[in-house]
T-cell receptor, first 109, second 116 residues
Framework: DAKTTQPTSMDCAEGRAANLPCNHS???????VYWYRQIHSQGPQYIIH???NNETNEMASLIITEDRKSSTLILPHATLRDTAVYYC??????????FGTGTSLTVIP | GAVVSQHPSWVICKSGTSVKIECRSL??????MFWYRQFPKQSLMLMAT?????????EQGVEKDKFLINHASLTLSTLTVTSAHPEDSSFYIC????????????FGNGTRLTVT
């Protein structure tokens, strides 16, 4: 699996868009990018994933650069309940995921 | 959507005893499940891959005789922490994948183990 790097922490004002970056410069052509978040003392929650096209679902949007070396998770209107640790994972095995350190997002009222 | 259920959500046990944690896929079958461990303020660390009907595959540094994994059916995997010690106190999380090679992993809500 390609290594991913994310900022350790970020703040976002409530109601504004939260843009969480992820660098995966060594990603291979068949590796997908997955995003999860973990609220304190809970299991990780799946958010979104993609290969090369931008993706959107009811939770978020995923923007993947054309060279696929980085991606951005966008929470369009952050709420206090979006405060969590967000993990970006690149994987092609379809099996186990290895988690990095993630980004601790704090949504500020 | 795919749901993974974990039980118990928390457990306290005495040093030297064994604890069993169950992980169930509620609305799908999972030939493979994954067990993670998470210490406070750290990320999730993969412990082992649980394979239905065969032996689990353990990550380097994880003692297979201490963390017994059984995957007897397509919807149930169990992790038994044997002869638990205080340093085994942690947050244990299981996950499984619904059909499809690149479908996402779905995670249980974790089990908080405290060994006294």
């Amino acid at each position: 699996d390609a290594k991913t790097t994310q900022p350790t922490s970020m703040d976002c004002a409530e109601g504004r868009a939260a843009n969480l970056p992820c660098n995966h410069s060594t990603i291979s052509g068949n590796e997908y990018v997955y995003w999860y978040r973990q609220i304190h003392s809970q299991g990780p929650q799946y958010i979104i994933h993609g290969l090369k096209n931008n993706e959107t679902n009811e939770m978020a949007s995923l923007i993947i650069t054309e060279d696929r070396k980085s991606s951005t998770l966008i929470l369009p209107h952050a709420t206090l309940r979006d405060t969590a640790v967000y993990y970006c994972i690149a994987d092609n095995t379809g099996n186990q995921f290895y988690f990095g350190t993630g980004t601790s997002l704090t949504v500020i009222p | 959507g795919a749901v993974v259920s974990q039980h118990p959500s928390w457990v306290i046990c005495k040093s030297g005893t064994s604890v069993k944690i169950e992980c169930r896929s509620l609305d799908f079958q999972a030939t493979t499940m994954f067990w993670y461990r998470q210490f406070p303020k750290q990320s999730l660390m993969l412990m082992a891959t649980s394979n239905e009907g065969s032996k689990a595959t353990y990550e380097q540094g994880v003692e297979k005789d201490k963390f017994l994994i059984n995957h007897a059916s397509l919807t149930l995997s169990t992790l038994t922490v044997t002869s638990a010690h205080p340093e085994d106190s942690s947050f244990y999380i299981c996950s499984a994948r619904d059909q499809g090679t690149h479908s996402p992993l779905h995670f249980g809500n974790g089990t908080r183990l405290t060994v006294t």
